[in-house]
């Protein structure tokens, strides 16, 4: 759990795993018997409130004049990516970056995802496709501009199926 949230938003990681344990404890009747889906939903749901509440901060600062702070997405994704595929999934939109970390990073199956995401095994599918496509133009198009590195997909085929 703490893995998930450490890879999205470093900074906020425990408060992201201590706020999903609370939520699990008080739904404790409703977690399944595979519950890593379900946290991991819970954990994503809970990450997005906190980067809200931060946006919400950010607009109220912006209205006290002085310098806006930088964002930090790139420093979000884990150190051992190259280059090109950092700059490929920072740019890619939050729903199709989270879909391939989920299958990639946190090894979710499909049926997981689903969960995860709140959505149908088969949307899972097609957002897997979807985005996989897309990285991979971002990445030929850095190819095109820069000749001398050729790009290495580190997002493996396909999540597994599930059970």
Same mark, same amino acid.
């Given at each position: 759990?703490?893995?998930?949230?450490?890879?999205?938003?470093?900074?906020?990681?425990?408060?992201v795993?201590?706020e999903?344990?609370?939520?699990?404890?008080?739904?404790?009747?409703?977690?399944?018997?595979?519950?890593r889906?379900? *946290?991991?939903?819970?954990?994503?749901? $809970?990450?997005?409130? &906190?980067? %809200? /509440?931060? #946006? !919400?901060?950010?607009?109220?600062?912006?209205?006290?004049?002085?310098?806006?702070?930088?964002?930090?997405?790139?420093?979000a994704?884990?150190?051992?990516?190259?280059?090109?595929?950092?700059?490929?999934?920072?740019?890619?939109?939050a729903?199709?970056?989270?879909?391939?970390?989920?299958?990639?990073?946190?090894?979710?199956d499909?049926?997981?995802i689903?969960?995860? *995401?709140?959505?149908?095994?088969?949307? $899972?599918?097609?957002? &897997?496709? %979807? /985005?996989? #496509? !897309?990285?991979?133009?971002?990445?030929?198009?850095?190819?095109?501009?820069?000749?001398?590195?050729?790009?290495?997909i580190?997002?493996?085929?396909g999540?597994?199926?599930?059970?």
């Amino acid at each position: 759990m703490r893995r998930y949230a450490w890879r999205r938003e470093p900074a906020f990681a425990d408060d992201v795993v201590a706020e999903t344990f609370v939520v699990a404890w008080r739904r404790l009747d409703e977690i399944p018997a595979d519950a890593r889906g379900w *946290l991991i939903g819970v954990a994503r749901n $809970v990450r997005l409130n &906190l980067l %809200r /509440a931060q #946006r !919400r901060q950010r607009a109220l600062a912006s209205r006290i004049p002085r310098e806006a702070e930088p964002e930090l997405a790139a420093e979000a994704l884990p150190a051992p990516v190259s280059e090109a595929l950092r700059k490929a999934l920072c740019d890619l939109p939050a729903l199709d970056r989270e879909v391939l970390l989920l299958s990639a990073w946190d090894e979710l199956d499909r049926s997981e995802i689903a969960v995860a *995401l709140g959505c149908s095994k088969g949307a $899972v599918s097609v957002r &897997l496709h %979807r /985005a996989r #496509r !897309r990285v991979q133009r971002a990445l030929d198009a850095l190819d095109d501009r820069d000749e001398a590195s050729p790009s290495v997909i580190a997002i493996p085929g396909g999540a597994r199926n599930g059970r």
